[in-house]
């Protein structure tokens, strides 16, 4: 009798043990969110027969996500991050090289206040709209990007920057499609430009700790595997969050100015050539 108890307490132990827990920062306000979450499971469940069960959870936490970065990078309380990405991220942390949006987050339309789109005039030129003052988050990879191509740019902290165009401290916040459309509509005097797009390479990626191989290999197995069936697409362009982004956008109507990106990895350049991970749109310019 005992020694079938201790038997059976090895087989739960180990089957404990093999469960993956992938801890991320859950955030109640941030509805883009989902997204990325809902994708992860997908990632996971689509795994499970190779590597088990696991357990995706949300540590409940409101921060910058530079310091979510610090918090992986260091192994404390998560697993995973996803944001965009430039080779010093890339150093921080483990990057599982599958643009998480399909490149999408590089299609930057603006936020104004109402009723200042006669600023954003169709012959508005780009050394005109550099001569704006520009908002982006103080440790985003895009305040480097707009900052490297002339922009004259003000920073903020993320939960701050929306407050800050609409009181006038900077003209216009380049969002990514989905994120303008949202936030749009969840706060009060501000209003998506019409004419105009910003256009980088900017891959989103999920990230997870430098030591973090089995994770690593799990998310990227289980990402090909969404996109070689199609899934991945599907989740795209029905997701809640993305949607019908581009028709909302009306990218046709728009005039695109094309930025440098010179932060990128050798690693997320050489992606480029693989047309599976991105969206076939391009925009005139």
Same mark, same amino acid.
């Given at each position: 009798?005992?020694?079938?108890?201790?038997?059976?307490?090895?087989?739960?132990?180990?089957?404990?043990?093999?469960?993956?827990?992938?801890?991320?920062? *859950?955030?109640?306000?941030?509805?883009?969110?989902?997204?990325?979450? @809902?994708?992860?499971?997908?990632?996971?469940?689509?795994?499970? @027969?190779?590597?088990?069960?696991?357990?995706?959870?949300?540590? *409940?936490? *409101?921060? *910058?996500?530079?310091?979510?970065?610090?918090?992986?990078?260091? %192994?404390?309380?998560?697993?995973?991050?996803?944001?965009?990405?430039?080779?010093?991220?890339?150093?921080?942390?483990?990057?599982?090289?599958? $643009?998480?949006?399909?490149?999408?987050?590089?299609?930057?339309?603006?936020?104004?206040?109402?009723?200042?789109?006669?600023?954003?005039?169709?012959?508005?030129?780009?050394?005109?709209? &550099?001569?704006?003052?520009?908002?982006?988050?103080?440790?985003? $990879?895009?305040?480097?990007?707009?900052?490297?191509?002339?922009? %004259?740019?003000?920073?903020?902290?993320?939960?701050?920057?929306?407050?800050?165009?609409?009181?006038?401290?900077?003209?216009? =916040?380049?969002?990514?499609?989905?994120?303008?459309?949202?936030?749009?509509?969840?706060?009060?005097?501000?209003?998506?430009?019409?004419? =105009?797009?910003?256009?980088?390479?900017?891959?989103?990626?999920?990230?997870? %700790? %430098? &030591?973090? @191989?089995?994770?690593?290999?799990?998310?990227?197995?289980?990402?090909?595997?969404?996109?070689?069936?199609?899934? =991945?697409?599907?989740? =795209?362009?029905?997701?809640?969050?993305?949607?019908?982004?581009?028709?909302?956008?009306?990218?046709?109507?728009?005039?695109?100015?094309?930025?440098?990106?010179?932060?990128?990895?050798?690693?997320?350049?050489?992606?480029?050539?693989? $047309?599976?991970?991105?969206?076939?749109?391009?925009?005139?310019?």
């Amino acid at each position: 009798m005992l020694r079938h108890f201790i038997f059976s307490l090895i087989i739960f132990t180990s089957s404990v043990n093999a469960l993956d827990v992938v801890r991320f920062v *859950e955030s109640k306000s941030d509805q883009k969110q989902a997204y990325f979450v @809902d994708l992860l499971r997908l990632s996971m469940e689509v795994t499970k @027969d190779k590597y088990g069960e696991y357990v995706v959870e949300g540590i *409940e936490m *409101e921060m *910058e996500q530079g310091r979510s970065s610090i918090m992986l990078a260091n %192994n404390q309380h998560i697993d995973i991050v996803w944001r965009m990405t430039n080779k010093e991220i890339e150093q921080a942390l483990k990057p599982i090289y599958i $643009p998480l949006l399909k490149g999408s987050m590089g299609y930057r339309i603006f936020l104004i206040r109402e009723g200042e789109q006669v600023v954003f005039s169709k012959d508005l030129t780009l050394s005109q709209l &550099k001569d704006l003052r520009v908002g982006q988050g103080h440790n985003w $990879p895009d305040s480097k990007i707009l900052a490297h191509n002339g922009f %004259n740019l003000t920073k903020g902290y993320s939960n701050n920057l929306l407050k800050m165009l609409s009181k006038g401290r900077f003209d216009y =916040f380049p969002r990514a499609l989905h994120e303008a459309l949202i936030e749009a509509k969840s706060f009060e005097s501000i209003e998506v430009e019409q004419n =105009f797009l910003l256009k980088y390479h900017a891959p989103v990626y999920f990230f997870v %700790n %430098n &030591k973090d @191989d089995a994770l690593a290999r799990r998310l990227h197995e289980g990402l090909m595997l969404l996109i070689e069936s199609g899934k =991945f697409d599907h989740h =795209f362009n029905t997701h809640p969050v993305t949607a019908n982004v581009l028709k909302q956008v009306d990218l046709n109507g728009r005039e695109a100015f094309l930025l440098d990106n010179p932060f990128n990895s050798d690693e997320t350049n050489v992606l480029k050539s693989e $047309p599976q991970f991105w969206l076939t749109f391009n925009p005139s310019h």
